[in-house]
C-alpha cells in the first residue's frame, strides 16, 4: 500500500511537471510580435500629400535656367511587401511642377528669340522657304522675348523599391530607389518679353512697344514633347512611425530628375534668326533642353 502511495504521488507530480511544460512552450505570441506582424502586413495603402520645389535643368548654353517654383502634389500609395525588410511601392497621383529659364539675346551673333502670334493668341508656325506675310501682317503680333516660367501637371505612377529596417520603439527608417512615369496633362507658360510688334499688310512694322510686359497661360503645343510620357529617377530616404495596429504615419524626402526632355528638341515657333533671299525666307528654330528636377517633400498614412 505504501509503495502504491509513493508510485501515485510520483505520477502525480511528473504529470504536472510536464502539463506546466507544455504551458510554458504554448504561451501566446508578445503584443510586441503581434503589432509588429501588423505593422509589416503584405498589402498597405496610403494617401500622400507633397509640396515640392521644381526646376529646370539644360545642356544649351542659349538656354539658362534660374530659380524654382513652389509646386504641389498629391497621390494614393500601395505598398506590397517582399521580404521582411524589402517591399515594392506604387500608386497614382498628381504632381503641380514647373520652372523658370531665360534666353540668350545677342544681335550682335544674330541671335535674338522672336515668336509670333495671331490675333486669337495662337502661335504662329513660319513657312520656311516663305514669303513671310503669314507672320507679319496686320493680324499678327511679334514678340522679342526674354524669359519664361512653365508650369505643368503630370499624372505621376511610381515605382519604387522600399528597404526599411526592424522596428524601434515603434519607429521605421527606410531608403527607397525606384522610377517614375508620369503622364503629362497640361503645360502652360507665361512668357515676359522684351518688345513687341505689330505690322502693316505689306509686312512692315508700323507700331513698336518697348516697354516689358508678359503673357500669361500660353498653351504651348506643338512645342510640347511629341509623346506625353515623362520618365525619370525618384530616390530617398524617410521614416514611418506606427500609431497603432498597422496604421502610421510617414515622411520621406526625395529627389526626382527627368530622364526626357520637357519639350521637342527643336521648337516649332520660335527663330533666333532668319535669312532673306530675295522674296523666300530661311529661319532657324532655337533648340530646345529642359530637363525637370524636383525635390519631394512627402507626408502621409499608410493603412
Known sequence: MKN??????????????????????????????????EFD???????RITPQPTWFSSTDKNIAPYGANFGFGFGLNLEFRLSGIVALQTGIGGDFEG????????PTNKYSVRYW?????????????????????????????????????HVTIPVILKLSTKEYNGMKYYGMFGTEVGIR????????????????????IF?????????????????????PLRIGLNVGAGAEYRLGGSTSVFFSLNYFRSFTNQLKKESKYIIYDNTVTGNSNSYNF??????????????????
Do not use: M, W
Open 207 to 227: 507700331s513698336t512697344n518697348s516697354s516689358p510686359d508678359k503673357q500669361t497661360s500660353l498653351v504651348l503645343g506643338k512645342d510640347g514633347s511629341l509623346v
Open 117 to 153: 502670334q495671331d490675333n486669337s493668341g495662337s502661335f504662329i508656325e513660319p513657312k520656311k522657304d516663305g514669303d513671310g506675310l503669314e507672320l507679319k501682317n496686320e493680324n499678327t503680333t511679334g514678340y522679342l522675348l526674354k524669359e519664361r516660367n512653365i508650369k505643368t501637371t
Open 41 to 47: 502586413k503584405k498589402f498597405r495603402f496610403g494617401l
Open 286 to 303: 532655337i533648340k530646345q533642353s529642359l530637363i525637370q528636377n524636383a525635390i519631394r517633400i512627402n507626408i502621409g498614412v499608410l493603412f
Open 4 to 37: 502504491f502511495l509513493v508510485t501515485t504521488s510520483l505520477a502525480l507530480l511528473l504529470s504536472n511537471f510536464a502539463n506546466s511544460q507544455t504551458t510554458t512552450t504554448n504561451v501566446p505570441t508578445p503584443d510586441v510580435d503581434k503589432k509588429e506582424a
Open 185 to 204: 496633362i497640361k503645360q502652360l507658360a507665361t512668357d515676359l518679353y522684351s518688345e513687341s510688334y505689330k505690322y502693316n499688310a505689306n509686312g512692315t
Open 99 to 106: 520652372g523658370k529659364y531665360t534666353y540668350r539675346n545677342d
